[in-house]
T-cell receptor, first 113, second 110 residues
Framework: DTAVSQTPKYLVTQMGNDKSIKCEQNLGHDTMYWYKQDSKKFLKIMFSYNNKELIINETVPNRFSPKSPDKAHLNLHINSLELGDSAVYFC????????????FGPGTRLTVT | SQQGEEDPQALSIQEGENATMNCSYKTSINNLQWYRQNSGRGLVHLILIRSNEREKHSGRLRVTLDTSKKSSSLLITASRAADTASYFCATDRGAQKLVFGQGTRLTINP
């Protein structure tokens, strides 16, 4: 019974392609996040949604567009992929915007060649 | 720039020994959290300490917070092979915007 799931787990694609990563949580949480972890293990927040509304939008290229069709799902679409986009992308959720503990998905390793 | 910086970057000890990891940060915070990441997995929340707390325990974990020095430490007592993982501190300045450090890679040798 996975709490936060992501698909795919691995994604290998060429520069210039468009790809999507999907995230689903079955915890009944209101808030969801996308993080990027680079090769040096730095983990940085990209976006946060609360009840399908965007609340955190860090300095991320416009090529990255999150979409939340409902509060259990937060997908990440990336246009015109670049080599520097290679990283592990983590989805996370928390009970609500005021909750502290975040629950992370297993990650999606994106490799752009 | 990263808010939290863990020290050391890597730590290798024998099973049964205690492991201490440190985290320093730069600005005032609401709370500080510690997470564990096993290889190839997502992060798992371990413990949270609020800015008005100095020490907190959870099982074999002990966390301290010194807001005057802007630092925190995570102590794992009686380490086990299963504790092998990367440990991250994350500072929360509000609005659920956690800022993570680079992590300490802990290896427990049998």
């Amino acid at each position: 019974d996975t709490a936060v799931s992501q698909t795919p787990k691995y994604l290998v694609t060429q520069m210039g392609n468009d790809k999507s990563i999907k995230c689903e949580q079955n915890l009944g949480h209101d808030t969801m996040y996308w993080y990027k972890q680079d090769s040096k293990k730095f983990l940085k927040i990209m976006f946060s949604y609360n009840n399908k509304e965007l609340i955190i939008n860090e300095t991320v290229p416009n090529r990255f567009s999150p979409k939340s069709p409902d509060k259990a799902h937060l997908n990440l679409h990336i246009n015109s992929l670049e080599l520097g986009d290679s990283a592990v992308y983590f989805c996370a959720s928390s009970q609500d915007f005021a909750a502290y503990e975040q629950y992370f998905g297993p990650g999606t390793r994106l490799t752009v060649t | 720039s990263q808010q939290g910086e863990e020290d050391p970057q890597a730590l290798s000890i024998q099973e049964g020994e205690n492991a201490t990891m440190n985290c320093s940060y730069k600005t005032s915070i609401n709370n500080l959290q510690w997470y564990r990441q096993n290889s190839g997995r997502g992060l798992v929340h371990l413990i949270l300490i609020r800015s008005n707390e100095r020490e907190k325990h959870s099982g074999r974990l002990r966390v301290t917070l010194d807001t005057s020095k802007k630092s925190s430490s995570l102590l794992i007592t009686a380490s086990r092979a299963a504790d092998t993982a990367s440990y991250f501190c994350a500072t929360d300045r509000g609005a659920q915007k956690l800022v993570f450090g680079q992590g300490t890679r802990l290896t427990i040798n049998p």
